[in-house]
């Protein structure tokens, strides 16, 4: 089993609507939790961390985290083209584990 | 200069060359770490460095040599590498941690990448 799992994708959404990234985990003591984007060519930008079970929102971004089912997620409202990047969640116990990345494409 | 900095920012060498990847943080941290990332793949922590001490190898081979000379510049020393080793190095910084905390709990601050290919 994936210590950290998402679908590859690519998700594609329209702009304007919302897109919804999701990520399983495998470790229980996973005390932090991360969601960077990547452009192509480009390395990760953090863009949401979350450590308390609930939502976190960020401008457009909101970190759903879920612990006791091992699920966190990262909603997008309002998408727009601009959003089309692979972004990776990271899980943190004793070392931060990637997931392999979601790949975004919001269509104008 | 601000945030976290490497150099080069592309690399092309011989199975047979030595070089060395650069990073330098500008964030104050005094975690630093090394990452692959090959296509397709995850990112694959290799090494971390808090307060210029080695806290994890990620069982990476001996051809890779990481150097921490101070909290704020790491280095990567290659040699003897494979095509296999073809991928980003990608850099990180982020706050320390005191002994006995994780200091991987903290949020990493990425380099631009350096793009090796081994020939």
């Known amino acids: 089993q994936k210590e950290v799992e998402q679908n590859s994708g690519p998700l594609s959404v329209p702009e304007g609507a919302i897109a919804s990234l999701n990520c399983t985990y495998s470790d229980r003591g996973s005390q932090s939790f991360f969601w960077y984007r990547q452009y192509s060519g480009k390395s990760p930008e953090l863009i949401m961390f979350i450590y308390s079970n609930g939502d976190k929102e960020d401008g457009r971004f909101t970190a759903q985290l879920n612990k006791a089912s091992q699920y966190v997620s990262l909603l997008i409202r309002d998408s727009q083209p601009s959003d089309s990047a692979t972004y990776l969640c990271?899980?943190?116990?004793?070392?931060?584990?990637f997931g392999a990345g979601t790949i975004l494409r919001v269509k104008s | 200069e601000t945030g976290v900095t490497q150099t080069p920012r592309h690399l092309v060498m011989g199975m047979t060359n030595k070089k060395s990847l650069k990073c330098e943080q500008h964030l104050g941290h005094n975690a630093m770490y090394w990452y692959k990332q090959s296509a397709k793949k995850p990112l694959e922590l290799m090494f971390v460095?808090?307060?210029?001490?080695?806290?994890e190898n990620n069982s990476v081979p001996s051809r890779f040599s990481p150097e921490c000379p101070n909290s704020s510049h790491l280095f990567l020393h290659l040699h003897t590498l494979q095509p296999e080793d073809s991928a980003l190095y990608l850099c990180?910084?982020?706050?320390?941690?005191?002994?006995?905390?994780?200091?991987?709990?903290?949020?990493?601050?990425f380099g631009p990448g350096t793009r090796l290919t081994v020939l």
């Open positions: 460095y808090n307060f210029k001490e080695q806290t």
């Open positions: 990271a899980v943190n116990s004793y070392k931060l584990v």
């Open positions: 990180a910084s982020s706050q320390g941690a005191g002994a006995g905390d994780i200091v991987s709990y903290n949020e990493q601050f």
